[in-house]
T-cell receptor, first 117, second 115 residues
Framework: KQEVTQIPAALSVPEGENLVLNCSFTDSAIYNLQWFRQDPGKGLTSLLLIQSSQREQTSGRLNASLDKSSGRSTLYIAASQPGDSATYLCAERPEADRGSTLGRLYFGRGTQLTVWP | DAGITQSPRHKVTETGTPVTLRCHQTENHRYMYWYRQDPGHGLRLIHYSYGVKDTDKGEVSDGYSVSRSKTEDFLLTLESATSSQTSVYFC??????????????FGSGTRLTVV
């Protein structure tokens, strides 16, 4: 069974810092990996999706990388802002779903980020 | 989120009672999913649907059933609610284009408390 782990569980930083959130998975047979943001009492918002054939994706101040061989993904947030405060979740879609348009996701427990002014 | 709504947003129910949660979408997406989110576990897939009347089990399906009689509605039923089913329930939708799954959209969640 695929296990997805996120470290750290919580992170508190001052505004302006660059930071890295980590995600690891036990089975390298993944189809793709996504990073989501969750605000308190809200649903999840997709941030970045990396296909298994890709090494990284960028969107604004966010950069996500994927290293299948080591079973790791990182989310890099540049010049953090208080508005970045949220819980960040990574989720992998298994290789077993390749060839299927079904998109089951397996989630980590998340990293709760607080950026203070 | 626009295009997907969950109801109710909050519910308190007694142990042993049946409960039905509703997910409604206006995007005409083929795939719909029910997840539960618990501290220490993250989100886990309960059931999913790949079309009208087509459903299958996820990781944690025991004690739950689902139905999809229309494209836009996906119902999650707890046949006899237990305290272990106290959780936040999220519905999600996705679509495929050219064989590739497009991004997911999640609902805002239903907070269910079983007392």
């Amino acid at each position: 069974k695929q296990e997805v782990t996120q470290i750290p569980a919580a992170l508190s930083v001052p505004e302006g810092e660059n930071l890295v959130l980590n995600c690891s998975f036990t089975d390298s047979a993944i189809y793709n990996l996504q990073w989501f943001r969750q605000d308190p009492g809200k649903g999840l918002t997709s941030l970045l999706l990396i296909q298994s054939s890709q090494r990284e994706q960028t969107s604004g101040r966010l950069n996500a990388s994927l290293d299948k061989s080591s079973g790791r993904s990182t989310l890099y947030i540049a010049a953090s802002q208080p508005g970045d405060s949220a819980t960040y979740l990574c989720a992998e879609r298994p290789e077993a779903d390749r060839g299927s348009t079904l998109g089951r996701l397996y989630f980590g427990r998340g990293t709760q980020l607080t950026v203070w002014p | 989120d626009a295009g997907i709504t969950q109801s109710p947003r909050h519910k308190v129910t007694e142990t042993g009672t049946p409960v039905t949660l509703r997910c409604h979408q206006t995007e005409n997406h083929r795939y719909m999913y029910w997840y539960r989110q618990d501290p220490g576990h993250g989100l886990r897939l309960i059931h999913y649907s790949y079309g009208v009347k087509d459903t299958d089990k996820g990781e944690v399906s025991d004690g739950y059933s689902v139905s999809r009689s229309k494209t836009e509605d996906f119902l999650l039923t707890l046949e006899s609610a237990t305290s272990s089913q106290t959780s936040v329930y999220f519905c999600a939708i996705s679509e495929s284009t050219g064989g590739a799954v497009e991004g997911y959209t999640f609902g805002s969640g239903t907070r269910l408390t079983v007392v």
